[in-house]
């Protein structure tokens, strides 16, 4: 792994732990992380951070443009797998399809990048070992509980959990919805 895309995920442990240690600033931390990391495998923002001069990014940005459309499922698969862990994660609506849709790239990526003779051994390696990681946790993602992540992090609301719960088990009930904001003003009042 490249010295930037580790210090990303060590950004996104320390604001999970901070997160799960109940401390606010834990949650943009974990945020912060997480993006740097996707812009990381999406726009090629590692390549600034690796103090690559400007003409040197743009000459690559432009090589991505001639790349044949397969070779780009690694990143976007790992892209996918990424924000879906993040809905998972927060309990959003969709998660699991991402996660799917993304282990389905994954897989694609993989065939692909097994029949490519082109690229060389070292660069098919390291997105080898990516895709596996990121494979690996997606899929532990995927079978967790959809609210696992999030009640543990709002462990000491229990009724905000639950107003969550069912108004994401019926999102169109009024009478949820005005559970949910009222729940969620007790834990900005401190009630």
Known sequence: MKKNESAFIYIIVIGLILKLSLISLGYWVFLIGIGLLANSYFFGFSNILNNESYQEFVKNRVQLHLKKPYQSFPSFSIVILIIGMLFKFTAW????????????????????????????????????????????????????????????????????????????????????????EEEIEKMENGV
């Open 93 to 180: 609506p969709g998660g699991d399809t991402m996660i799917l849709l993304g282990l389905v790239l994954l897989l694609v990526g993989m065939y692909f990048l097994l029949n490519n003779k082109t690229e060389s051994k070292e660069w098919k390696i390291g997105a080898y070992k990516r895709m596996l990681i990121y494979g690996v946790i997606a899929i532990v993602f995927y079978f967790l509980p959809t609210f696992f992540w999030f009640e543990i992090t709002n462990r000491e609301h229990p009724e905000y959990i639950q107003a969550t719960k069912d108004l994401y088990d019926d999102p169109s009930n009024q009478e949820y919805q005005l559970k949910l």
